[in-house]
């Protein structure tokens, strides 16, 4: 009848209730109500957990003047405009929600960095650079939008009202769907809510609850855009129990253990303590690769995204497949303190796997850490926005791509963030010290014939310090054939533990094939940009060997590991003040105290002798 999504079959309205006076009968028939509501409303009613607070309600008299607020005629809380008064969209639901949270928190102390909602002028810019530089390509079909951090759906109802808009102004009549996922009750029901109120009853079946890193709600599923805000800074161990209380190595989710670089176990998983980047390697996993449009994933991300990790490891093999693939278009760093519960910096991280031929090969970096605009009141944390101008200002630089104002924008080759990690070694060189002191120390392993053996080398060798230890264990192995003592590798071990000590002026200790040990002590690691000319070995001939000519690469060891730098190229030192004009302020700064500098330092200075006390 009212062509809804859903339907309440109670026999009375909302309204109805607010002219009950009997507080039990009020919270029998509020209960008898909430269960008139069809079945795709109970699951958000119980979410919401409003049938656990009906009780406590009821208990202080404040069940009726929650129902008469929400029946207030001066009030809407519908998404449609209602006697002149206009509707709630969904961003607002959210902010109302993100805005009731914080109080909270600040009430009880309790924070939560990793999960913040996405104010709507972030959504707004994400929509932008998802949907803008794709307008061309868009046509009369249907598009996937999906969200695998949805929270209450505000970004896919942002990307959703972008599109549609681009897509009329080209004279193209386009088909949404949008998917998303979220495992916090509250803004999960929040999400379904508003998807139901707008008609859409079975987009809201496309709203799947659970974890999207050990649940995934779309499995081979492929989506056209992708729009995320995903929790940083927060511990993923809950989703290793929910896989079987596995451990991270016995992950074998193809989403984060893929084939590549010819390794069938190449390995995309974070540190426990931080699962963003999952949802990035997950919403990699859903691109399309048949249509020309591809897809386009827009995603925030906190600092560590762009450098954590060592080469080798879950974060930065990330990056390197990302980079190697030629998916990331480019990253703009936001400015500090735009979300509602934490000021740190953000950055917007743009891929797509069909990049304009222009871009191809290459990275753009975006700063607008300085592009945004005051608000008249703190919202939380959040003290500054995007305004439209702002934003305006940000796509210019995007689409101005080389030729934009390099103070805010550069643009690499992908070479560019890419190193290899190599180890550097020195030789091993070791004294031996022949001494009674050893000797005695060497009882304590109490093997009576590695003890024997070593006195009789002292007896034969003497007790001066002996600077070749190849020469030392020839003499040792040789006594030991003769005395019938077999040198395990346990002996092996005590004799250089009592009997050595590492020397830079001995001789170079050489192993069983006469290849020189490596002092573990002397390692170093050095990371070698890919875009070294000459590579590795022209790094280590120009760079290494003049200082530690002993030293050699261990080939073995190479790895390739990329990270992402604003710092290193967006950085302004500040600089230092003249001496004569701060020479000058201090001058002055004494000249307005009349002297009163000069007077306590005089005074200082001119201290009376301590008076001498004859006995």
Known sequence: VAGQAFVNKCEFTLTDLNSRTNQQQLKRDFTEYLDGFSQNVQEIITKFHIRNEIDRLSEQDRLGLLIEKFVDPRYNFSNKEVNGIEGLDNHTMGTL??????????????????RHFTPRDIGELMADLAFLPAHEKIQSTTYRIYGGACGTGGMLTVGEEHIKTLAARRG?????????????????????????????????????????????????????FMLSNPPFGTSWKSDLKAWGDIKKDDITDPRFIIDYDGNSEYSLLPDIGDPQMLFLANNISKMKTSTDLGSRIVEVHNGSSLFTGKAGQGPSNLRRYIIEQDLLEAVVALPENMFYNTGIGTFLWILT?????????????????SIKSTIRKNLGDKNCELSLENRKEILDLYFAYKNADENYSKVFDNEEFGYYSVDILRPLRLRVDLSTENLNLLKTEKDDALYNLMCAIQQELGTDSILDYNLFLKKVNS???KKNVKLTAKRNKAIRSYFTTVDETAEVVLDKDGNPESDKNLKDTEQIPLTYEGGIDAFFEKEVLPYVPDAWVDKDSVIIGYELSFTKYFYKPVELRDAKDIIADITAIESDTDGLLASIIGGVKKKKKPMKITL
């Open 479 to 481: 006594l030991a054939a």
């Open 97 to 114: 929600f993100e805005e009731v949270i914080r109080m909270f928190n600040e009430e009880t102390n309790i924070t939560d960095a990793g």
């Open 172 to 224: 193209k009549n386009v088909s949404i769907k949008l998917f998303g996922q979220e495992n916090a009750d509250e803004t999960y029901a929040i999400a379904r809510a508003d998807m139901l109120v707008k008609g859409e009853g079975k987009q809201a079946d496309n709203v799947f609850f659970g974890s999207t890193i050990s649940n995934d709600g779309f499995p081979r599923e492929e989506f056209d």
């Open 353 to 369: 796997n069909k990049k304009d031929e222009l871009r191809k090969g290459t990275i753009q970096l975006i700063d607008a850490t």
